[in-house]
Structures are given as structure tokens and as C-alpha cells.
């Protein structure tokens, strides 16, 4: 690993449909960051989805973090944490030699794949949002909240030390 590189990667995307611009549970704005609930966004973006919103059920959630591990052993990488929800994905990697944009794209292709091969409902569709986040862990202190925040506090807010 490079002097400049973070320590790990700290990546969330989300289902199809399930986080949308306006979204109550407030929401990002490509290069303006953080944005308050704007209700009346959110409805005009629901309303223009151009299919029905598909949220991961458990077992769909179980082939989303087999194929995260999966991929992350196939590529090298350190997986420190992978939870796949209902409405999105968090995965907290090692991948030295790699951009985050980079590590998130392959992650949601891969495990894309694994729900298409097993649920033709997706196929023909997106199953997610376009882009997600990525943020760079460039400290131990900062892995280990954010570790702990993926695996075990999901229904918490996130740390505050780590960028969304």
C-alpha cells in the first residue's frame, strides 16, 4: 500500500428506487453534500421511477454479502465488514491500488450478477442506484467505529469522524 493511500474504503449503495432525492431521511446532492427532506422532490422522483421498487429480502441479502466476499477474495482484498439491508449496502474494504469509484463499481456488478443468476425479476431492470458512496478510512480509530457501525449499529446514526 501507498504512503496516500486510505487505509480502507468505507462504500454504500443503495436498492433501486429506495433512497431518492427529497427522501425524508435526508439525502446527497452530487458535489453539494448533505440536503434537508424535500417532500415534494421526493414525490416527483417517485412518481417518474420507471419500475417498481424491489427491496432485497433475506435470503437476496445473503447472496449480496457471498458475492461481496467472494469478489473481495478473487480481487486480494481485505473485506473488514460487509452488511447487505433491505434498501442498501454498506462494505468496508482494503483495496490498495484501487479508487473507491472503482471498488463500489465492481462490488454492485458482481453482485448484480449473483441476484440475476438466481432471480429473473431482476434481470431487464436496475437493481441499483446509479453511483453510491465511497469515503476514504484514512485512520485505526476511523475503521474500527466504522467496522463496528456496519456490523452491529446499523439502526444508529452513523460516526460522525467518518464523511458519508
Known amino acids: 500500500m501507498l504512503a496516500d493511500e486510505p487505509l480502507a474504503f ?18 446527497r446532492r452530487r458535489r453539494h453534500g448533505e440536503q434537508l427532506p424535500q417532500s ?14 424491489m427491496l432485497l429480502s433475506p435470503a ?3 447472496v449480496v454479502q457471498r458475492e461481496s466476499e467472494r469478489h473481495g477474495e478473487h480481487r486480494g ?3 473488514w465488514a460487509v452488511n447487505a ?8 474494504v482494503t483495496a490498495a491500488g484501487y479508487s473507491g469509484k472503482t471498488v463500489r463499481d465492481q462490488f454492485k456488478a458482481n453482485t448484480t450478477r449473483g441476484l ?6 431482476f434481470c431487464n431492470r436496475p437493481v441499483w442506484t446509479v ?4 469515503t476514504c478510512i484514512n485512520t485505526e480509530d476511523d475503521l474500527e467505529q466504522i467496522v463496528l457501525y456496519v456490523r452491529d449499529a446499523q439502526d444508529r446514526p ?7
Do not use: C, M, N
Request: hydrophobic letters at 35%; charged letters at 25%.
Open 158 to 164: 452513523r460516526p460522525s469522524a467518518v464523511g458519508r
Open 10 to 27: 468505507f462504500i454504500t449503495w443503495s436498492v433501486y428506487g429506495s433512497h431518492l432525492q427529497g427522501d425524508e431521511r435526508g439525502w
Open 131 to 134: 453511483g453510491g458512496d465511497w
Open 85 to 92: 439491508r433491505s434498501t442498501h449496502v454498506h462494505i468496508v
Open 77 to 79: 482484498w481485505h473485506l
Open 40 to 53: 415534494r422532490l421526493a414525490q416527483w422522483r417517485r412518481e417518474r421511477l420507471k419500475h417498481e421498487v
Open 60 to 62: 437476496q441479502r445473503a
Open 116 to 121: 440475476r443468476e438466481q432471480w429473473p425479476q
